[in-house]
């Protein structure tokens, strides 16, 4: 089982639609975790972390269930800006490195 | 731009040559990342440095490979006798760590790298 898994998609969605991608981690001893955005041959960038208690920022809202071991990021009235590569990240023990799974592609069309 | 940088931005090789990048972290980060990242796959951990201390390499990281950070600033990963494998976008990502919390790691715009 790879550490971290996602479904690569292409997720096609008109704009304001609403689309959630979850993520699923092997090691449960994980602490914490996040979502990274990539543009197209470009380098990943934060959006954010998730936090077991769950997090929103603005349009994004991030959660977390270690019981089964997943997240998820759900974005809601997307926008064309929205198109991208969305990585799920755990930090590994130690807090050291980060593990990314594939990444999930997004396409919002006008 | 006060920004992680790479150097250069693109290298065409023929296999069997050795290569040489170099990464600029954000001025006072302490802490220095390499991956990897293939198309269609997210980034693969190398190695990382604290100031010019190398604490852990990945096993992705073959003899063939090595990275050093000198001064404790910028950081070289060279790679010798290319393979067409070690085609990929090689990013560098740097972090000021304060503790065992998560500290955030910016990433550098990558080299791309083509072994022919």
């Known amino acids: 089982r790879k550490e971290v898994e996602q479904d690569p998609g292409p997720f096609n969605v008109p704009e304001g639609a609403t689309v959630a991608f979850n993520c699923t981690y092997s090691n449960s001893a994980s602490q914490s975790f996040f979502w990274y955005r990539q543009d197209c041959r470009k380098e990943p960038k934060l959006l954010m972390s998730?936090?077991?208690s769950g997090n929103e920022d603005g349009r994004f809202t991030a959660q977390l269930n270690r019981a089964s071991q997943y997240i998820s990021l759900l974005i809601r009235d997307s926008k064309l800006s929205d198109s991208a590569t969305y990585l799920c990240?755990?930090?590994?023990?130690?807090?050291?490195?980060?593990?990314f799974g594939k990444g999930t592609m997004l396409l919002v069309s006008p | 731009d006060t920004g992680v940088s790479q150097d250069p931005r693109h290298k065409i090789t023929k296999r069997g040559q050795n290569v040489t990048f170099r990464c600029d972290p954000i001025s006072e980060h302490n802490r220095l990342y390499w991956y990897r990242q293939t198309l269609g796959q997210g980034p693969e951990f190398l190695t990382y440095f604290q100031n010019e201390a190398q604490l852990e390499k990945s096993r992705l990281l073959s003899d063939r490979f090595s990275a050093e950070r000198p001064k404790g600033s910028f950081s070289t990963l060279e790679i010798q006798r290319t393979e067409q494998g070690d085609s990929a976008m090689y990013l560098c990502?740097?972090?000021?760590?304060?503790?065992?919390?998560?500290?955030?790691?910016?990433f550098g715009p990558g080299t791309r790298l083509t072994v022919l």
């Open positions: 990240v755990v930090l590994n023990s130690g807090y050291s490195t980060l593990t």
């Open positions: 998730v936090y077991s």
């Open positions: 990502a740097s972090s000021f760590y304060r503790g065992p919390d998560f500290n955030e790691q910016f």
